[in-house]
């Protein structure tokens, strides 16, 4: 008898452990929906809606990173404008967000902060870059009439 009392004793203990991990599993399976899954069910639809509500004019943000202006919207596709005169073709489900007029990214931001007065082109630099080295080799030409010797230039190396 001792052997058949032992044997029910463990089959309840079981029976009640296996129901506690079914609880605890479901728990942390309706956890984990509330924590993840529903929001983002729900950015997903206000992009869906964004998306569809889209019209000519309004500051865009694709996916890609790209900030446009809509031209215009046909069917699924969109036109944007990504550049004065630059147009491009591109879906609907490419634009991740419909901007306000106040939002502006943060490098938008900070390039009002910086005068142009500084700012030099390539064309500068290189102009600048070719007037030095004419200046060193005035000063080697010098140098070599002191000495009676013909300096080499680049020229007349190459």
Not at 49 to 77: F, I, K, L
Not at 108 to 114: P, V
Request: negative net charge; proline residues 3%; without cysteine.
């Amino acid at each position: 008898m001792g052997i058949i009392a032992a044997a029910e004793a463990a089959s309840k203990s079981s029976s009640s452990s296996s129901a506690t991990w079914l609880i605890f599993i479901l728990i942390i399976g309706v956890g984990l929906y509330f924590l993840m899954i529903r929001p983002q069910r729900r950015r997903q639809h206000q992009v869906m809606q964004q998306q569809n509500t889209v019209a000519p004019g309004a500051e865009v943000r694709t996916t890609a990173g790209m900030y446009a202006t809509v031209v215009e919207v046909d069917g699924d596709d969109v036109v944007l404008e990504v550049a004065p005169g630059i147009e491009v073709r591109y879906m609907k489900r490419a634009i991740m967000e419909v901007l306000t007029p106040g939002d502006q990214s943060a490098g938008d931001a900070d390039d009002s902060e910086y005068d142009n007065d500084d700012v030099t082109s390539a064309e500068d630099d290189l102009s600048a870059s070719h007037e030095e080295d004419d200046d060193v080799d005035d000063d080697l030409d010098d140098r070599a009439s002191a000495n009676g010797t013909k300096a080499k230039s680049d020229s007349d190396v190459f």
